[in-house]
């Protein structure tokens, strides 16, 4: 049986303000700030140190790509004779170099999928764990326009080419006081495999009103267009043309307008707030292994404030690894990556939701399952 985390933890408890105190500011005591830090999620208050060195590698997901840059900042704070490496390929780049074994942890935009954990299983019992939390905002470069409402079945008109003029009747029946040009409406996708695109495409599946007739996939499923590869390559893609659209990971957009999308009879912009109610209204996959956690987020919600083209990012690891000094730098890291403090790092750096309070407890309880041989 699938339980709402609505009904499970209640609405997302989000932070403020919230700074990172890094070795960088002064602190007498390193490992003091590293491990510092509030209990604001209900998860752990305490970022894990040690005695920990080696070489940690991963690969994976471009929306991390910040997140991850101030995760790795602060775990390596706190173990100075630690080296994490994170190259971010994509989602589907990521968990291909998992399960081949070219990595030791991998992020994506979409948990792992059977088949998946099935081929990982030549090499460990793979589990997926939340830990960054993201609207996907939809992008334009527009010239005189910064601000849009669109519906999902708009949207899916578009990036399908069934609208094709920004001057569109669809378009401004939703923004009546914009002055819309006709200007040629450029779609712009991903290059390479992308969780980002995964998430997507299932929001224009599910939420089109049947506009979008393809299932959700890592690889954009039309032939032609414009493309970027990561995150970066697409928003260069837009930021380069006129008149053009595409997706990314909030965090990313900068200066790009970016789309209020319909959910019931209003529109909600893409906001770190709007996802942590998106996914308080979306269910758990009730039939995933122990601590292996995968959300099914509910694109066609109508809760108040909720904003469901989100990505749900998680890392990928092994819940045994075959050296205990591997497994102690995944537990670390991960630890770190799912704490209160990394939580609020991930926030302050790309506007992420941390991760709600049960959420983040069973986070934590999936890493320390992590073990070695």
Request: charged share 20%; net charge negative.
């Amino acid at each position: 049986m699938k339980l709402s985390l609505h009904g499970r933890v209640g609405a997302v408890a989000l932070a403020g303000a919230l700074a990172l105190t890094l070795t960088a500011c002064g602190s007498d005591d390193p490992i003091a700030d590293a491990t510092g830090g509030s209990d604001s999620t209900g998860g752990s208050d305490m970022a894990p140190v040690g005695d920990l060195s080696g070489e940690l590698n991963g690969a994976g997901a471009s929306s991390q790509e910040k997140a991850m840059d101030a995760w790795r900042a602060g775990f390596q704070s706190a173990n100075a004779d630690v080296t994490v490496n994170y190259d971010p390929v994509g989602s589907s780049g990521g968990r291909q170099q998992f399960i081949d074994g070219g990595v030791d942890w991998a992020g994506s935009d979409s948990a792992l999928k059977p088949e998946e954990i099935e081929s990982a299983a030549a090499r460990c019992e793979a589990i997926d764990i939340p830990v960054y939390i993201s609207p996907i905002a939809v992008v334009f470069n527009l010239e005189g326009v910064t601000e849009l409402n669109l519906s999902a079945e708009t949207i899916a008109n578009i990036f399908s080419g069934k609208i094709t003029s920004w001057d569109d009747e669809a378009i401004k029946a939703d923004n009546p006081d914009a002055s819309l040009p006709a200007t040629k409406i450029t779609p712009v996708h991903r290059a390479d495999g992308s969780g980002t695109t995964k998430n997507f495409t299932d929001y224009l599946n599910k939420a089109g009103n049947g506009a979008w007739a393809d299932e959700a996939a890592d690889d954009w499923p039309l032939q032609g267009g414009e493309s970027g590869t990561g995150t970066s390559g697409l928003i260069q893609a837009v930021q380069a043309g006129q008149g053009t659209i595409g997706y990314a990971d909030e965090s990313a957009a900068g200066s790009l307008g970016k789309v209020s999308i319909k959910v019931g009879e209003g529109f909600v912009a893409p906001t770190a707030e709007a996802a942590g109610a998106a996914l308080a209204a979306s269910p758990r996959d009730e039939e995933r292994a122990e601590h292996d956690i995968a959300i099914s987020v509910d694109r066609t919600t109508t809760a108040d404030g909720a904003y469901p083209l989100i990505l749900v990012s998680y890392a990928v690891a092994c819940l045994d690894y075959d050296s205990t000094e591997t497994a102690d730098l995944v537990k670390g890291l991960l630890g770190y990556m799912v704490s209160d403090e990394g939580q609020a790092a991930s926030q302050q750096a790309a506007g992420s939701a941390p991760l709600p309070a049960e959420l983040a407890a069973e986070a934590q309880a999936a890493v320390d399952a992590i073990a070695g041989a």
